[in-house]
Structure formats: structure tokens, C-alpha cells
């Protein structure tokens, strides 16, 4: 059974920082597609992040060179790293597994950037 849990999330002003985590059970995140998602109120689940097995990553324009994903295979959990926060990053951020053709996700958590 495949499980993703995030924390991490809370309440921070522009400018502040963030680190979201991925506990990850059921897949190793070393050999799968690993994301992060966001989704605003009233807007569409939209992809922020990506890594790949093999490490390579891809970023949404609106994050480039605020955010890095990244992955600690021994604890088979990914991370999130966001910095630069501003208002607009406000949402709830879900991690997501792309396994063949399933999709995996976790419950999400809150992500509030006050200006």
C-alpha cells in the first residue's frame, strides 16, 4: 500500500521560508517520479515540482531559483524546499507519486504566505 504524508506547512511572511516533507511508504522515491503539486482556492491542482529516478528536476516558472525539491533515499522521503515565499505561493501543497500509470497523493498541508 502506497502511503505519502506531508508536513511542514504553517503560516509565514513574504520573504520567509519553508521546508515541506514527503514521508513516503509502499515505493521507494529513489526509482519513481516524485512531485509536488499546489493548489490555490479557486484555482487548478497545478505542478511546482518534479524529480525523477534518476535526480534530474523541473520546476514551475513561477518557482524557479525559490524552490528546490530534492529527496533523502535513505529515509525514502522527499522534501521541498521554498524560499522567497510570496503571497501568491498560498495554497495547499500535495506530494505526489507517478508509479507507471498510477498516481499517488497525500493529503496535503497548508501553505499561507501574509504579506
Known amino acids: 500500500q502506497v502511503q505519502l504524508k506531508e508536513s511542514g506547512g504553517g503560516l509565514v511572511q513574504a520573504g520567509g521560508s519553508l521546508r515541506l516533507s514527503c514521508a513516503v511508504s509502499?515505493?521507494?522515491?529513489?526509482?519513481?517520479?516524485m512531485n509536488w503539486y499546489r493548489q490555490a482556492p479557486g484555482k487548478q491542482r497545478e505542478l511546482v515540482a518534479a524529480i525523477a529516478g534518476g535526480g534530474s528536476t523541473n520546476y514551475a516558472d513561477s518557482v524557479k531559483g525559490r524552490f528546490t525539491i530534492s529527496r533523502d533515499n535513505a529515509k525514502n522521503a522527499v522534501y521541498l524546499q521554498m524560499n522567497a515565499l510570496r503571497p501568491e505561493d498560498t495554497a495547499v501543497y500535495y506530494c505526489?507519486?507517478?508509479?507507471?500509470?498510477?498516481?499517488?497523493w497525500g493529503q496535503g498541508t497548508q501553505v499561507t504566505i501574509s504579506s
Open positions: 509502499g515505493i521507494n522515491v529513489s526509482n519513481n517520479f
Open positions: 505526489n507519486a507517478h508509479v507507471s500509470i498510477t498516481l499517488y
